[in-house]
């Protein structure tokens, strides 16, 4: 055999070895265990470089193994910062040029994306990784194939590109297309349409075809990726907690914190003291290291869309190893005030949706607002009542297994104060129920720093739900604390007050007497509620809210549960409606109710102020403490159905 020959043979020997190598059937590895045997973690991409570890990232193993799960077709990842979803990608496709090879095509936002996530990311998992490295043709070769956007391997071609570039979307088929930042992507290729349609429609002819997406959340309503993981399986990371055992996601509205506030040259710095989580179950305190060493696992929420070949995840970035709790409240703080920051803050670390509410508060900037109503030269609350409170009420909305309510401090000229917020477990019909409400609400007296005290001048409580007879029966029997039954009453042409009306008792199907009942115009107040809240200087119609957990992200989270939308299919097209993600909304129902009672409640707040003084200089003179009195009863004139012989007109 001459030279030449033996040559000739040993190329067509190497193609057909390449061609083969392409041919073989994929090892009988999941994607996680080939990341734990081949892939090493490069120097410019993470900050723990070497042997890929699952278990510093446990929560990347279900979606890892999903794609080589034959029932998938389809993997949607939402992920906050900093918990390794870019990895997640890189593995897959490291996967599929080593064990599974077909073309690749990953999608970017735009070109200079592509080309820079090539450069940090790709080249150096190539690089790092002996088995790729031998796979994908050196870039400094001459007869290369190997580009910045183009990377050839046995049996396929990785190409990347940006979500405008609707010629490389819509032409060669594709068995696998990944996508990367979804929300970040152009809304049409040119003029071709949507880019994910494009480069799905290129997957058609595989039967084993896989298509990965990912991204950070961005505007709810308006995020490409939210609405492709509502079409999968929708599955959260859930951590047990150590004390009561069951699983719950740790959100931010369950995050609680510390912190100093330290003026530099007229600019506010924070210094974290603590952070910790509390159990949304059983109201337990965990601290970081525990949550983060706790048994975690993935729920869905919509199991069935497994049969459909959907698999979707939700991540924020308080499971993160390398993201602390600190770090994460210290970038929410720094952030407070400035809506296009606390949005970066919401996306990238919270995993969270931005609301674009328009011209409404948002919950941060409210909880920024916060003020300690009185404290001691060590900064601990000394009283309950801050200085300008001349009534109280309190607003109580009825669930089949609690009552909820806020007692809220009126002033003058539509001032208010938010004074606590609570709950009381237990069934509406259940009189010890009603008893802790005494303790709590209706017989309860708030006392100023001199010690001087209010109670309660009225408390109205929802009747609706399924037990309205019972909650009549219960608030006629404390008709003499001024506590009241109210029905809310939807509809833009409801006024929000009405004289009450005298409402029967049915039980067992026999009237056992009477009580008065109050219809409130709820769409009314909500609309006086949001426009308060709007006010931004302390006086006429101001809301302040204390610096304490109760007033916390969940309250105001509830507090602007709904927004008034325009339906043109409506007779009224005017509505408000619950926003999505806030379907809580007895925080907003509590303050309505309490804002009701202030408004049907006879007063002279003068009087009262007058009062109040008086009876201060006493307390002066004696040294004893004062709880306000309640003003002697005038005569005045009846109307509507004389329920006025139950009030004090002060």
């Known amino acids: 055999m001459t030279m030449t020959t033996e040559l000739d043979a040993i190329r067509l020997n190497r193609v057909i070895a390449e061609v083969m190598a392409g041919m073989q059937p994929p090892a009988n590895l999941t994607v996680s265990q080939w990341a734990e045997k081949r892939r090493r973690l490069s120097t410019e991409s993470s900050a723990e470089p070497g042997p890929w570890r699952t278990s510093r990232t446990p929560y990347l193993r279900e979606p890892m193994d999903a794609f080589t799960d034959a029932k998938v077709r389809h993997i949607v990842m939402v ?137 950070t959340p961005t505007i709810k309503n308006a995020s490409a990726i939210e609405a492709a993981y509502a079409t999968g399986t929708m599955e959260r990371w859930k951590s047990r907690c150590p004390h009561c055992g069951e699983y719950h996601e740790i959100q931010w509205a369950d995050i609680r914190f510390e912190y100093d506030e330290v003026v530099v040259a007229g600019k506010t710095t924070y210094k974290i003291k603590s952070v910790y989580y509390v159990c949304p179950g059983c109201g337990c305190v965990s601290d970081e290291q525990t949550m983060k060493r706790q048994p975690a696992r993935w729920e869905a929420d919509n199991p069935d869309a497994y049969e459909q070949g959907t698999r979707s995840f939700w991540l924020n970035a308080f499971v ?177 007050t009405s004289p009450p009306k005298k409402m029967k008792i049915v039980v067992r199907q026999v009237v056992v007497g009477t009580c008065w009942q109050y219809q409130i115009g709820v769409d009314a107040g909500k609309q006086i509620i949001m426009d308060n809240l709007r006010v931004q200087t302390p006086g006429p119609k101001y809301c302040h809210f204390p610096r304490r957990d109760d007033y916390g992200s969940a309250y105001f989270t509830g507090l602007l549960s709904e927004r008034l939308e325009y339906d043109a299919a409506k007779k009224q097209p005017w509505i408000w409606k619950k926003i999505p993600g806030h379907e809580r909304n ?24 007058r009062k109040l003084k008086a009876a201060r200089g006493q307390h002066a003179t004696d040294g004893a403490p004062a709880v306000a009195a309640t003003p002697k009863r005038k005569k005045r004139k009846r109307s509507g159905g004389g329920i006025d012989k139950y009030f004090d007109a002060w």
């Open 320 to 496: 993160s190893q390398w993201a602390t709790w600190s770090s994460i409240v210290l970038k929410f703080l720094n952030a407070t005030g400035s809506s296009k920051k606390l949005q970066v803050v919401y996306n990238t670390c919270f995993g969270q949706l931005w609301e674009d509410r328009g011209d409404l508060e948002d919950e941060d900037s409210l909880m920024a607002r916060r003020e300690m109503y009185g404290v001691d030269a060590e900064g601990n609350p000394v009283d309950e009542l801050p200085d300008g409170v001349l009534v109280l009420t309190a607003g109580v909305d009825t669930q089949d297994d609690r009552m909820e309510y806020e007692i809220i401090g009126h002033g003058h000229f539509g001032e208010t104060w938010g004074l606590e917020v609570g709950v009381v477990m237990g069934r509406p019909d259940d009189p010890a129920v009603w008893e802790k409400l005494d303790a709590l609400v209706f017989d309860r007296v708030l006392h100023f720093r001199d010690g001087l005290g209010l109670k309660m001048s009225i408390s109205f409580v929802d009747e609706g739900g399924h037990f309205t007879q019972e909650v009549r029966q219960f608030c006629r029997a404390r008709q003499g604390k001024k506590v009241f039954a109210v029905k809310g009453m939807p509809g833009p042409d409801r006024p929000y």
């Open 79 to 215: 992920a906050a910062s900093q918990v390794g979803k870019s990895e997640f990608l890189n593995n897959g496709i490291g996967y599929i040029i080593d064990e599974d090879p077909g073309s690749i095509l990953f999608v970017h936002p735009t070109t200079i994306d592509a080309k820079e996530y090539s450069k940090l990311r790709i080249a150096p998992m190539i690089r790092d990784c002996p088995t790729l490295r031998k796979k994908v043709s050196d870039p400094k070769s001459r007869d290369s194939s190997n580009t910045i956007l183009q990377k050839t391997y046995p049996g396929g071609i990785l190409t990347m590109c940006g979500s405008t570039e609707a010629h490389a979307l819509a032409s060669k088929p594709i068995r696998y297309v990944f996508g990367d930042e979804r929300d970040r992507w152009a809304t049409s290729a040119g003029n071709e349409g949507d880019p994910w349609d494009l480069a799905m429609a290129r997957q058609t002819t595989f039967y084993n075809a896989k298509a990965v997406e990912v991204s």
């Open 586 to 609: 007895e925080r907003l129902d509590c303050r309505n109710y309490g804002m009701a009672a202030f408004k049907v409640l006879p007063k002279d707040l003068d009087d009262i102020d």
